[in-house]
C-alpha cells in the first residue's frame, strides 16, 4: 500500500473515531501543530509549511493502539516498577533494556526506547530524501514526547487504582483540556538533545515527580462528590454533575498541566531537529 493512500485511511478512521487516551485527540494535535512554529530557521520554516499534515498525525498512534494492542506499551513507562526513583538503574541501552526484562515490557511499557526507534526512522528517512514518509514518523514521534509529558503515563498507579483516585486518568489529561485549556503556551527553550533515550529519560523523571501532585488535588475534588459519584469517575463517560470535581482539579493543577502541555511544545520541536541534523542537515522539499 502506497503511504499516501495509507495515510489517508488512518485519517478516515481518525475522522469518524472516538480517542479515550494520550493528551486526547485535540491535545495531541494542538501539541504537534503548534510546535511546527517553533523554530526559525530554514529546518523550522519547512515544519511550519507542513503544520496541518503534522498536526493530523499527531492523533495517529492512538488509533493505531486500539487496532494492534502490540503497540500498547510503547505510549508509557512505569518507570517506578523497573526501578526507584531517579530510576539510575534502568539500562539506557536498548538491548539491555529488553535483556533484563523481557517479557514485563509489554506491560510495563517501553516509551523511551520508541521514541529512540522513531528517531532513527527519521533520520534514516531524511538522509535518502523520503521526506513524506518522514513527516508521518514526526507525527508520530510527537504523539510519544507529549504521552511522557504526562506525569500519570510514568507511574504503575497509572489510574489512582491503588490510592482511591481510579479514573484520574481520563478527567486530568482529556477532561481539563477540553473543558479549559484554550491555548498551549510553549514553555522552555529549544534543548541540544545528544542522545534521544537519555533525553526521554530526563522527561520521565520530570514527570515522575508530579504525580503525587495531580492524585493529591483528585483527592481534594472528589469530596464534592457523593460515593457513587466518585465511583463514576472511573468510566470514560462525560458525566452531568463532574464540573465542580473539574473545576477543583483544574484550579489545583492548572501550572501543571499548562507547564507539561508547553514543555512537550518546545521539546518536541528540539527532538525534530535533532533528527534533522543527525541526518546530515539534507535540502527540503
Not at 496541518?52 to 517506578?80: C, T, W
Not at 510527537?142 to 498507579?157: C, E, F, R, S, W
Amino acid at each position: 500500500m502506497k503511504l499516501a493512500r495509507k495515510i489517508w485511511l488512518i485519517i478516515l478512521t481518525i475522522a469518524i473515531s472516538p480517542v479515550l487516551s494520550g493528551w486526547g485527540y485535540e491535545g495531541h494535535r494542538r501539541i504537534n501543530y503548534i510546535a511546527s512554529f517553533q523554530l526559525k530557521n530554514k529546518f523550522g520554516r519547512f515544519l511550519s509549511r507542513h503544520a496541518n499534515e503534522l498536526k493530523i498525525y499527531g492523533a495517529v498512534p492512538d488509533y493505531q493502539k486500539g487496532m494492534d494492542k502490540s503497540r500498547y506499551h510503547h505510549h508509557f513507562i512505569d518507570a517506578d516498577y523497573y526501578d526507584k526513583y531517579p530510576f539510575n538503574n534502568i539500562p539506557r541501552d536498548h538491548t539491555s533494556f529488553y535483556k533484563k526484562y523481557g517479557d514485563d515490557i509489554k506491560k510495563m511499557g517501553d516509551a523511551p526506547f520508541f521514541i529512540e526507534k522513531l528517531c532513527n526512522r527519521i533520520i534514516y528517512l531524511m538522509k535518502n530524501n523520503r521526506f513524506e514518509e518522514a513527516l508521518y514518523n514526526m507525527g508520530e514521534l510527537g504523539h510519544y514526547i507529549a504521552d511522557i509529558h504526562q506525569p500519570l503515563h510514568v507511574i504503575l498507579n497509572y489510574n489512582g487504582q491503588k490510592t482511591g483516585n481510579n479514573g484520574v486518568h481520563f478527567r486530568w489529561e482529556i477532561r481539563l483540556i477540553d473543558e479549559y485549556v484554550k491555548r498551549i503556551n510553549p514553555v522552555g527553550n529549544i534543548e541540544k538533545i545528544s542522545d534521544p533515550v537519555s533525553f526521554a529519560f530526563d522527561i520521565v523523571k520530570e514527570s515522575f515527580s508530579y504525580h503525587q501532585k495531580i492524585l493529591e488535588a483528585d483527592t481534594k475534588a472528589r469530596e464534592v462528590l457523593t460515593k457513587d459519584q466518585a465511583k463514576q469517575l472511573a468510566s470514560y463517560d462525560i458525566l452531568d454533575f463532574e464540573k465542580p470535581y473539574l473545576d477543583i482539579l483544574y484550579l489545583e493543577t492548572k501550572d501543571l498541566l499548562n507547564d507539561r502541555l508547553g514543555r512537550s511544545v518546545v521539546r518536541l520541536a528540539s527532538i525534530w531537529q535533532y533528527c534533522w541534523e543527525q541526518a546530515g542537515k539534507p535540502d527540503l522539499p
